[in-house]
């Protein structure tokens, strides 16, 4: 029994056999990790309800199973004890064979996490569907940076002067590119702010004002009134000032019709005729109901203003439209006179014609 024993040792100081034992041990342990113990935990997790360790698990599954056998076979190379230079070149491989293995798990992994925080806008309004391929160019960036890290470490490159020559490139395209950006990062900031979301009706600054019908990560579009879809710049309109006359608590938008009557009309019957042009009137709510306000003194007369509210900002136009004829009317009708500029001219006295008599007359 001795004898065999110190024979299997005697072999085993062998670096072939040695190599040998050591990838077939890892080749029997990623084969168990295959076969056993990912079985056995997409089991457990399986009796969740989330699908997201699911998912995790499936996609980490095959990296941690090709990472045993690459350690395994990179144990034999150094068990084999090569020339420096086969040796370093054999295991520069396999580093290189891991750092892609894991950048892609890295990708991947990155990929379900975007998804799954997207779904739930309610906690990160800042991921949505709308950002999330920027967010995803991005996560990309940073792994395709690691990977070139590690590989130039697997090398033993020295990554300053690359590192430094790619800060000086990427100065460069910031500045080349300095209004795309400016589109993109304000895009960002749009949607985790939210200051307007799709079917919102906003008014710009410069007056434009229209139905929110797109959120990019570039520009936003909107829909005016005339039919006509306008694309903003995300940078514009971070910029400026926002007006959401959907952002409130509700959708509801109160109406001021403006109107002036002659001094020494009846005010408590201005009052009633205004609230009576209400009636009739579509898309005006009774909850608020319309008021009516004593403004002003004004130049020429009392300034009155009607206040209503409407379903929606959509139907500003056709109820003003409404209102505007039914005060018209209805004033008209009661005989209360809707001042305006005018301007009367006195004459106190005519001029008198003064100069020498007309010519060829003759007085005797």
Not at 167 to 193: E, M, Q, R, S, Y
Not at 216 to 225: A, V
Not at 263 to 289: A, F, K, Q
Not at 346 to 361: F, I, L, N
């Amino acid at each position: 029994m001795n004898q065999l024993v110190n024979s299997l040792s005697e072999l085993i100081q062998t670096p072939i056999i040695r190599a040998g034992v050591i990838l077939a041990v890892a080749l029997l342990a990623s084969l168990f990790a295959r076969v056993v113990l990912f079985r056995i935990i997409l089991k457990l997790t399986g009796k969740t309800r989330s699908a997201v360790d699911d998912e995790l698990i499936l996609a980490i599954r095959a990296p941690i199973i090709y990472s045993l056998v690459l350690a395994g076979v990179a144990w034999s190379i150094a068990c084999l004890e090569l020339k420096p230079a086969l040796s370093f070149v054999f295991l520069g491989l396999i580093k290189t064979a891991a750092v892609f293995i894991w950048g892609k798990t890295a990708m991947r992994v990155g990929s379900i996490f975007l998804e799954i925080m997207s779904r739930n806008r309610e906690r990160l309004l800042w991921i949505q569907p709308k950002t999330q391929p920027l967010l995803q160019i991005v996560w990309k960036v940073l792994v395709f940076g690691g990977i070139f890290y590690f590989l130039f470490v697997s090398w033993h490159i020295n990554p300053t002067s690359w590192i430094a020559s790619a800060g000086i490139v990427g100065i460069a395209v910031g500045f080349a590119a300095k209004d795309t950006l400016a589109n993109l990062f304000a895009g960002i900031f749009i949607v985790a702010d939210a200051p307007y979301k799709i079917g919102d009706f906003v008014i710009l600054d410069g007056g434009l004002r229209g139905e929110i019908t797109e959120i990019g990560i570039r520009s936003s579009r909107l829909l005016t009134r005339d039919d006509i879809e306008v694309t903003v710049p995300n940078a514009l309109i971070a910029n400026g000032t926002i007006v959401n006359e959907t952002g409130g608590p509700h959708q509801k938008m109160r109406v001021r019709v403006k109107v002036d009557v002659a001094y020494g009309s009846d005010v408590d019957r201005v009052r009633e005729i205004l609230l009576s042009c209400v009636e009739g009137v579509e898309h005006v709510v009774t909850d608020p109901e319309p008021r009516v306000r004593f403004r002003a003194f004004g130049g020429s007369g009392l300034c009155f203003e009607l206040l209503v509210w409407i379903d929606m900002p959509v139907f500003r136009g056709r109820v003003l439209d409404g209102l505007n004829v039914a005060v018209y009317k209805s004033f008209n009708a009661a005989g209360i006179e809707i001042p305006y500029t005018k301007q009367d001219v006195y004459v106190k006295e005519m001029p008198t014609q003064h100069g020498p008599s007309p010519a060829g007359s003759n007085e005797s």
